[in-house]
């Protein structure tokens, strides 16, 4: 159950980003570097779906050109804590800002 929940929230992030791709537009950066955002945004999402510490609703994710932004809330240090981590651990990120706020 667990598994088939986080499949289907990377497919459908996955199918967002693809529809999305018509957002590259001058000045920004290239489809290429455009869908490897994309692709390494969904895989954080999926890996924060699948962690019991990180709840995958409260902390948004973006990504430019490999770097990943965290931003939302988190309920612990530790929980804040094991989402950089987890972003730093998906193949093809560059680096992690995090601007994710603890709140009891």
Excluded: W
Aim: glycine share 10%; net charge positive.
């Amino acid at each position: 159950m667990k598994y088939a929940r986080a499949l289907a929230f990377a497919a459908l992030t996955g199918i967002t980003a693809v529809t999305m791709g018509c957002a590259v537009s001058r000045g920004q950066e290239t489809v290429g570097s455009y869908v490897d955002d994309a692709t390494i945004t969904t895989q954080v999402k999926a890996k924060f779906v699948g962690d019991k510490t990180v709840d995958a609703t409260a902390i948004s994710v973006e990504t430019l050109n490999g770097t990943v932004q965290l931003s939302g809330f988190a309920k612990s240090s530790a929980e804040k804590d094991r989402a950089v981590s987890i972003a730093r651990g998906v193949n093809g990120v560059k680096g992690v800002h995090d601007s994710i706020v603890v709140r009891p």
